[in-house]
């Protein structure tokens, strides 16, 4: 009969020639490019346009974000000077305002002693040009995040045909690893490009917001200078 130590002793020895089953992790870089060639190819399109999709709209976030920054007492200065005749003065402080509403009251400036239809006009195309530069580039926002869903199905049709191909040259003997890898490539591809069209449609609109904000902020401006130029002597 065994004693306690003989007892510890033979449970030690049966622990240690146990296997031991190593737990395997996947990081999220081995998730994504573990899908075979095709999806790999999928996979680097996708983190191509999230690049350009986050550059872009990080780039007109600060563009847009500085062209509506105006000093309040700004329309106050133009007023003071247009009504005290200082139009060359008026002109020094929309110069060193560097801003859309600055450009444009600039713009109704210059254009002081013309018709006022005409000050108007020149008001809405400079305003429209203004509004080109503050829209730069942000429709490839938009084209990003409805391409990048179709690209991700892309790589999910590329999946399911790999599968398919493999259960029809096997003779219904494919090997679940060979099916793995193609379903594999359809679900990873599919996610991919969900999570950078959504990154991109969030981003665009955003910008969208941004820059309907600084387009009422000119037309606020601009209703103001023609008020300015319609007060009586």
């Not at 020639?17 to 190819?41: R, Y």
């Not at 999928?42 to 990080?58: D, K, N």
């Not at 995040?145 to 690209?151: D, E, K, L, V």
């Amino acid at each position: 009969m065994l004693n306690f130590f003989q007892q510890d002793e033979v449970a030690e020895a049966a622990q240690a020639a146990e296997p031991v089953v190593e737990e395997k992790t996947l990081s999220l870089f081995d998730l994504m490019f573990s899908g075979g060639l095709g999806g790999q190819i999928i996979i680097i399109i996708l983190f191509i346009l999230l690049f350009a999709a986050v550059y872009i709209y990080f780039e007109r976030l600060f563009a847009i974000k500085a062209a509506s920054k105006v000093d309040k007492n700004f329309m106050l200065q133009i007023k003071d000077s247009v009504l005290n005749g200082n139009i060359e003065s008026a002109k020094m402080r929309c110069a060193q305002s560097d801003s859309p509403v600055a450009r444009l009251t600039e713009k109704g400036i210059s254009r002081i002693g013309s018709p006022l239809e005409d000050i108007n006009t020149a008001i809405e195309n400079a305003g429209r040009l203004e509004v080109y530069k503050l829209e730069k580039n942000v429709s490839i926002l938009a084209t990003v995040a409805g391409a990048a869903p179709m690209i991700g199905f892309l790589g999910t049709v590329i999946g399911m045909v790999l599968a398919f191909h493999e259960l029809a040259t096997s003779s219904g003997q494919a090997q679940m690893g060979a099916l793995a890898e193609g379903i594999y490539t359809a679900m990873t591809t599919t996610v991919a490009g969900l999570i950078v069209g959504i990154i991109a449609y969030i981003g665009y609109n955003h910008l969208v917001v941004k820059t309907d904000k600084v387009v009422h902020q000119m037309e606020a401006t601009a209703v103001d200078f023609l008020d300015l130029l319609n007060e009586p002597a």
